[in-house]
């Protein structure tokens, strides 16, 4: 079902069963939405968990005042933290620059635990690689002016939809939007910088093998960065949690937050 938080909106499965003591939040990653997590939500509510999908400002039905192409990446990281005063200390679930911004939002506590799946790095970790930056190119006008702007269709199936047949691509590609060109950058020259000993609570990182934009290399030194626990998803890309077979890594991260908050 579709909510609200104050502007916000997001997607809301409610717990079969007995539920948990704990809510789930997931973020969603550049041009994404709440959308892409529907595997994982309406999982994650048949085992026990309130669940909630958040589409951050200027995604979705969440409006961006201003324009989205001016919208930062603290901006986003006001979001989830708006979510989590309403929801209270959750576990929060980001996916790429998703990632990124449960990071930043887990520092000084407020959240039981951290699950960061293909995540974009911190400052400090560098991430941009050839294959990537020589894409991303044809963006930096938008970045550098902070406009809005979409990806391809050609740099979207080399970069983050590789896990996915071709009709699965030709079914999500039309569904990403935009991108703030401003976040985009601080993303790109990694601005965003995270304290990682004020991140207290239990951490996961989840890395796939086949990932182009943020490889498995890269996961296992944000897990080094944080002392995390570290789970590879063998067979996948960057959207693990649209391609087939996305249940199995799922189950696994599943398992690790009912250990980490002792839900067994």
């Known amino acids: 079902m579709s909510e609200r938080i104050g502007d916000l909106s997001l997607e809301h499965a409610v717990p079969a069963g007995r539920p948990r003591s704990r809510s789930v939040l997931f973020v969603h990653g550049m041009w994404g939405g709440s959308w892409y997590f529907r595997n994982y939500l309406y999982a994650a509510a048949q085992a026990g968990w309130d669940a ?41 679930v980001g996916h790429s620059m998703g990632g990124l911004i449960a990071q930043k939002a887990a520092e000084g506590g407020g959240v039981a635990a951290a699950v960061l799946l293909t995540s974009a790095p911190p400052r400090g970790i560098n991430a941009i690689e050839w294959p990537v930056l020589s894409r991303m190119a044809r963006y930096l006008p938008a970045m550098l002016a902070g406009h809005a702007f979409t990806a391809s269709r050609v740099h979207a199936d080399f970069l983050f939809l590789n896990g996915l047949t071709p009709e699965q691509r030709d079914w999500a590609f039309p569904r990403f939007g935009a991108e703030s060109g401003r976040a985009a950058r601080e993303l790109a020259m990694g601005s965003l910088a995270v304290d990682a000993r004020a991140i207290r609570c239990p951490t996961l990182v989840v890395g796939a093998d086949q990932d182009r934009i943020t490889p498995a290399a890269l996961q296992r030194r944000i897990a080094g960065r944080y002392r995390a626990e570290y789970q590879e998803a063998a067979g996948h890309a960057h959207m693990l949690m649209l391609e087939e077979g996305w249940e199995r890594p799922f189950k696994d991260v599943l398992a690790w937050m009912e250990r980490a908050l002792d839900e067994r």
């Not at 995604?59 to 989830?80: F, M, N």
């Not at 933290?81 to 209270?88: F, P, V």
Request: glycine share 18%.
């Open 52 to 92: 909630w999908a958040l589409n951050l400002r200027g995604h979705g039905e969440s409006p961006a005042p201003g324009g989205l192409g001016r919208v930062s990446l603290a901006d986003y990281v006001t979001d989830v933290r708006r979510c989590l005063g309403h929801l209270g200390a959750t576990v929060l």
